[in-house]
């Protein structure tokens, strides 16, 4: 099966045939944490400059005003939607990775490195949202159930919420290694092939973010 990075280049991850990937059954410990979209991109107050020159953008209403003059979706493509598809439960597994911490490890640097990635996740998540509602995408959640490359599995979850001290600890840096570099990835497929400005301005800022977790995890010389 290909990488879902590759398939988000192409841009055809929406409508990937999901028959070889395992589907999990849900249980209600672990259901997605919905977070309410923002009416804007409140969470960064300012987009960096555009690979290919454009302006940044700031978070005052830009993207939503861009939704109402009838820009808005005909500038998202596939590549952009298949992207805040991914994304979103991809943040939400690691989210619910990061909320266990407080309980199942007594390390303070890794219980405030949760804490810190957990609030960065949330913060992306409402404008993931914020993005796909100005997209005019239904929010289908196709990915609901699988355990795609990166992602923090059902079956992670349910370990880690039995584990405790240096199990826990080895399970959440594991998880989040393995998120953030795919996450890494996948921006850099959207940023590369994605239509809207919006999203590929996101995409650079939470591919940075990304980058400066992966070097916190390092530093806290975890296995």
Known sequence: MPSSSSLLSAGHLRNIDHSGVARIPRISSFRSQRVRPRAHLGGYRTFPTLPGGGAARTSSGAGAERGTGGRGAAAFNATDTAWIQLM??????????????????????????????????????????????????????????????????LDTLRKAEKAKGEQFE?????????????TGKLCASERTSGGSEEAKALAATIAGSAVRELDRLTTTNRP
């Open 170 to 182: 080895r399970i959440l840096t594991e998880g989040l290694r393995a998120h953030l570099a795919q």
């Open 88 to 153: 979103i439960p991809m943040n939400e597994r690691a989210r619910l990775l990061t909320g266990l911490a407080p309980s199942r490890t007594a390390d303070p640097a890794l219980v405030d490195l949760a804490a810190r990635t957990g609030t960065r996740l949330e913060r992306e998540l409402a404008d993931l949202r914020a993005l796909l509602d100005l997209s005019g995408t239904p929010d289908t959640r196709p990915h609901e159930g699988h355990d795609m490359p990166g992602m923090v599995g």
